[in-house]
């Protein structure tokens, strides 16, 4: 059996994908009625990111999710003020420090969202993250991101979820959490913990849900392309087998053929679909993407992120200019982004950077949140 970090490829638990069985009405109840908000009718949540480095999908997604919803204040967040480097691509400024934050709630947060981090154990964001905790917040956890909820000691005899990639580590360094497979989000207590990256989506819907109820989440979820947001998910699905070890490693070793590529953006852009789109277009491991803007100057987007471009147009010298990002449902942004990479470069990248993201694909498009 090879390894390659904490993984075995292909693992001991691999098997055929399985028709997923529907969440009953009782468990999905039971978990939309474990996050709903803890103090405020109208809630505030907290997203907080590292300066140095935040995922940009588990950052941008809550965000716009939950800002789109008109339902809850919510705050882009780092350790100090200014910009918050969005990995792998992009950049954003945060609305405020944790200083200030505490300052204007000093009853602390609703929700915070934890998007994965440059460094999962800055012990100024989980130092944040404990006080916040102890404040009564249901702390979110998204992909990776449950690397610093473990840093913060919050794991400790829950049942957790995490991406495929993390969970060896997480259950190693947490021998009393219980790790819940084919859940694509786990409650528990005021911890909530999601799989890979594109889990971000149903559990903002579920949030969303939580929040302003199941018709808001219904409306909302039909501008994403979402038709489905419970918890159902198949963990056997997803690892690293000698395919995609290959991919990464061929593609990196391409120095010759990287592109930049150039992502057009203006005023009102919506941030799900440029999170979505610039995200997976940064994981070819032969191309990054960067902002392309008429200046410098900050760009606010449709829920009024602000968006600090990487180039202006005249002086930008980009190997691609991808199309301006259109009104389709996000969802359908991703899958055109997706199918895009399958033709530039080759269907294996596509599955490769899919697998990244913990996304079923290819499948049909309705389906995608069921998975």
């Known amino acids: 059996m090879a390894t390659y ?23 999905h109840t039971a978990t939309i009625n474990a996050m709903r908000p803890p103090k405020r009718q109208r809630p505030v949540v907290a997203v907080i990111g590292q300066n140095e480095g935040a995922e940009i999908t588990d950052f941008v997604v809550p965000y716009g999710v939950l800002a789109r919803s008109g339902l809850a204040d919510v705050i882009p967040v780092a350790p100090r003020d200014g910009a918050i480097k969005l990995t792998p691509a992009l950049s954003v400024a945060a609305d405020a420090s944790t200083a200030e934050f505490d300052r204007r709630f000093p009853d602390g947060a609703d929700y915070v969202i934890v998007p994965k981090i440059e460094d999962s154990a800055d012990p100024q964001v989980v130092t944040w993250i404990q006080e916040q905790s102890a404040k009564g917040a249901i702390i979110v956890g998204i992909c990776a991101g449950t690397k610093t909820l473990s ?15 993390d969970i060896a580590k997480l259950r190693e360094d947490n021998p009393s959490m219980t790790w819940v497979q084919d859940r694509r989000y786990v409650v528990d207590g005021n911890v909530v913990t999601t799989t890979g990256v594109s889990a971000s989506i149903p559990i903002s819907l579920a949030l969303v849900e939580a929040i302003g109820g199941r018709a808001r989440a219904t409306e909302l979820a039909a501008e994403l392309g979402a038709t489905n947001w419970d918890a159902r998910h198949d963990s056997s699905a997803f690892y690293l087998d000698r395919t995609d070890f290959w991919v990464q490693l061929r593609n990196s070793a391409r120095i010759w053929a990287h592109e930049e590529l150039g992502v057009p953006v203006s005023d009102g852009i919506d941030e799900i679909s440029l999170a979505l789109v610039a995200d997976v277009y940064s994981r070819t491991r032969q191309s990054i993407a960067v902002s392309l803007a008429k200046d410098l100057a900050p760009v606010t987007t449709r829920s009024g992120l602000r968006l600090l471009p990487d180039y202006a147009i005249d002086d930008a010298d980009l190997d691609i200019v991808l199309d301006p990002i259109d009104d389709a449902a996000p969802l359908k942004a991703l899958d055109i982004a997706l199918n895009e990479i399958k033709a530039h470069y080759d269907r294996e990248t596509a599955a490769f950077i899919a697998l990244q993201i913990e996304y079923a694909w290819p499948q049909p498009h309705e389906a995608v949140i069921s998975d």
């Open 5 to 27: 970090g904490h993984i075995q490829f292909p693992p001991e638990s691999a098997a055929a994908p399985s028709v997923l069985a529907p969440i009953s009405v009782e468990e």
């Open 151 to 165: 840093a913060a000691g919050l794991f400790a005899g829950r049942r957790a979820t995490a991406h495929w990639y």
